[in-house]
């Protein structure tokens, strides 16, 4: 009898052909510079929220008037690029097949948009408050893959991977640790 987390010579040829440093790095290279971008156009629409304030804008939400700005381009995007695999693969009718669940996909669907949205609204209430930009959303960046990473370690996702996977993981875990130290002191040099 096989064991759970271990895998059947297919599984494991599917695994390494899978397996792409080269994809891997440029995937994550471009992830890191995009999530810049978003960082780069909150700073950017600070004269948004200034003027929002002018206007009688609550300043612990006056972060939101950019996120409407800046989230139309994410949401611009990702619809046409569902829409161009709508049309490629054929599925426009999945959005009614009543073969599928659709309350559930819906209702699923609504709750991790709302969840993906709350991190940002309470992000940009927690930037008003610090007021330290950049290393606000360094800072945000950090919990996220902290978090993700602990709830993983928690939850045994990583249960079965080999000890020097494990040793990466914890490294990646102390280095993202370290740089929110060094973060803070260079905030408290100021």
Sequence with gaps: MMKENELSDEEKKVSIKEFSLTKGLIVATISG???ACFNFGLEAGKLMADHAILKGCDPLFQNNVIFIVVLWGGFTTNFIWC????FSNKT???YLNQKSPLKMNYLFAAIAGSTWFLQFFF???GESKLGNGASSWILHMATIILTSNVWGIYFKEWQG???NTMRTILSGIVV???SVIIVGIGNSLN
Excluded: A
């Design 123 to 125: 992000y940009g209430m």
């Design 83 to 86: 829409m161009y695999l709508n």
């Design 33 to 35: 510079l995009l999530s």
């Design 92 to 94: 426009f009718g999945d």
């Design 176 to 178: 993202i640790l370290l």
């Design 161 to 163: 991977v080999s000890k």
